[in-house]
Each structure stands twice: as C-alpha cells, then as structure tokens.
C-alpha cells in the first residue's frame, strides 16, 4: 500500500471512531466479508444477502472501479455510507449504474 492510501485510511479511521484491528478482525472472521488490498488501494465490503454488496471502507485510486473489478461476484446493488463512524444511512445504487457512471467518467478523461 503506498504513503498516500496508507495515510487516507489511517485518515478515515480518525474521523469514524472505530478500530481497524477490530474491524479486520471481524472481517476477516465473517464469511460473507472480503479485503482487497493492494499498492494504492484498501477495500472492505461485505455480501448483504441477496442484495448486494455493502462497501465498509474504500480508499484509494480508482477504488470503485477496482472493486468491480474484484468482487467475487455480481449483486444486483452496492451500498456505501459517507458517515465514517459507519452509523450513517448506508446508500444503495445498482451495480449497473455505478458500472455506467465509472465508464462515463473514465470517457470523459
């Protein structure tokens, strides 16, 4: 992992008032969650049944593309909560769209 998403999700722990070693702990120990770590990304996401796929942490260059890229397989949705304490409201949006979104955005570069 390099410097600048080293100290993103160092960062991120800061502001949510939780623990990495716990939260990775409890990832690590629960079938349905996955880590992603690579040089410039961090990505922890567990499958919601049926439903989709809940992104508990992502930082990174590129971090949703790569996810897409990653994820073991498809649900029908991906869901992420803006609020780092990982309380907030967790946002759902097809997988198609942000599939969609991240190709327009890659276009428009």
């Not at 969650?33 to 990505?43: A, K, N, T």
């Not at 971090?63 to 869901?79: A, D």
Request: proline content about 4%; charged content about 25%; some cysteine.
């Amino acid at each position: 992992m390099n410097t600048t998403t080293c100290e993103q999700l160092k960062a991120l722990y800061r502001r949510s008032q939780r623990d990495f070693n716990e939260d990775i702990a409890m990832h690590l120990q629960d079938g349905a969650s996955f880590i992603f770590s690579g040089p410039d990304y961090f990505l922890m996401a567990r499958a919601v049944v049926d439903h989709g796929w809940h992104i508990i942490v992502a930082v990174g260059v590129g971090r949703m593309q790569k996810f897409l890229e990653l994820m073991p397989y498809e649900l029908p949705y991906i869901g992420f909560s803006r609020d780092p304490s990982g309380h907030g409201e967790i946002k759902w949006y097809s997988t198609n769209t942000i599939r969609r979104h991240i190709c327009e955005t890659l276009r428009g570069r």
